[in-house]
């Protein structure tokens, strides 16, 4: 891994874009038109986007949806690069792509979400790239595995590509959800834990999958310093051939980098430095007590447990459960926590219990079985 991270060049390094924060790069999820391709880079660039992004070839879940325009887009997006001077950047999913775009002037690749979690793709691309020096942005797979994710940067860096960026996405999700794809933040900080080298792109338009949360997703990427955004903009959103709901025009994306707040993360006074880490240490003072206390409180589950076995009462028990769970939501209410939290806080908690207590039953009965064979 540190041979990997050693080998990743920052943004500065990659020498075609500034290390301006965030880097954004914009534009459509699918080519439609040249027009709608001129258009839409005319008006990003006009407000400073530097870097336009358009699917030529679109992977869709099901088939039917409209699959991308094809080769026959690439030339739009030279077209456009040439007239406003921007960067482009297209999805490739195999050799065929690769070669494709690089015949057409794309200055940067990005790999998607489902050619990431698929190794078989990724090695595909990985050997039509070697010998090329070209930035290659790589998609979080659409399932939360952090080492496919890692495995798919490997697979580019060992091609000899050095100019890696990692896009965090969010990930695919059965149910109803706030999200289009959850975003996990986790994932995308222990990718960066692991190679703090590689920068680190935030997809609000696919975490989100609509309009009205593209702000929040976006600032709490630049809160938790993440390097850029790829956000999806079109002319005309509501009639774009894919991905409508979640496009924004490139006014209103102009509308809501002004509203991002970028706050410091480095250089901070000394008098700063301090007052953090004394606020840090109260932290740190909390988490101790918070284990103190759960530490005694499964002293106590243990006892039930011994309990139970020894009267035969089963571990689980329903009304107990939901009578704990609605005691601690109104306690919560009070205290303005939320439902979520509350409801996942101690779903980890019993479910701990439940192992504890489950362990316990265990022990005994295998301590029962040993004295039965004598
Ligand atoms: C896209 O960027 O339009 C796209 C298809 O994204 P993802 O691979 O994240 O689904
Ligand atoms: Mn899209």
């Known amino acids: 891994m540190k041979d990997l991270n050693a080998k990743l060049l920052s943004l500065k390094e990659w ?7 965030p880097l954004v790069i914009a534009g459509p999820c699918s080519a439609e038109s040249e027009l709608q391709i001129l258009e839409t880079a005319k008006q990003l660039s006009a407000n400073g986007i530097k ?3 358009a699917g030529i070839w679109k992977p869709r879940t099901r088939p039917g949806s409209f699959e991308g325009v094809g080769s026959v887009g690439l030339p739009w997006m030279k077209k456009a690069k040439e007239e406003t001077g921007m960067l482009i950047t297209t999805e490739v999913a195999s050799e065929k792509h690769v070669y494709e775009a690089l015949k057409f002037g794309v200055d940067i690749l990005w790999i998607g979400a489902r050619s990431s979690a698929n190794p078989f793709v990724m090695q595909e691309i990985a050997d039509a790239l070697k010998g090329i020096d070209i930035p290659v942005m790589i998609k979080n797979p659409v399932n939360p595995d952090l080492d496919l994710w890692v495995g798919a940067i490997e697979r580019i860096a060992e091609a000899g590509i050095s100019r890696i960026a990692a896009i965090h996405r969010g990930f695919s999700t059965y149910g109803k959800s706030h999200y ?17 080298n590689i920068p680190l792109i935030n997809d ?13 997703v976006s600032q709490k990427a630049m809160d938790l310093n993440f390097d850029g955004l790829m956000i999806e903009s ?10 409508a709901k979640q496009q924004i025009t490139p006014a ?14 480095k250089n901070h006074s000394l008098e700063e430095q301090e007052q953090l880490s004394k606020y840090r240490h109260q932290i740190d003072r909390y988490d101790e007590i918070l284990m103190d206390i759960l530490s005694d409180r499964m002293k106590v ?74």
Do not use: Y
């Open 234 to 243: 079109h002319i005309n959103p509501d009639v774009a051939w894919s991905d």
């Open 301 to 374: 589950v243990k006892q039930i447990g011994a309990f139970k076995k020894a009267n035969n009462i089963t571990i689980l028990q329903e009304t107990r459960w939901k009578e704990i769970m609605e005691k601690n939501q109104k306690i919560a209410h009070e205290r303005g926590f939320t439902d979520t939290f509350v409801d996942r806080l101690f779903k980890a908690i019993h479910q701990e219990s439940i192992n504890i207590q489950t362990a316990i039953m265990k022990e005994e009965k295998e301590v029962e079985d040993l004295i039965k064979k004598r």
């Open 180 to 196: 289009r794809n959850i975003p996990q933040w986790q994932i995308a900080i222990d990718l960066k834990t692991k190679l703090p």
């Open 51 to 53: 870097i336009l992004r």
């Open 15 to 21: 020498k075609i874009v500034s290390d301006e924060r």
């Open 204 to 216: 609000p338009s696919h975490i989100c999958g609509r309009r009205d949360i593209l702000l929040d």
């Open 252 to 265: 209103q994306l102009d509308d809501l980098l002004k509203k991002l707040e970028l706050r410091d993360t």
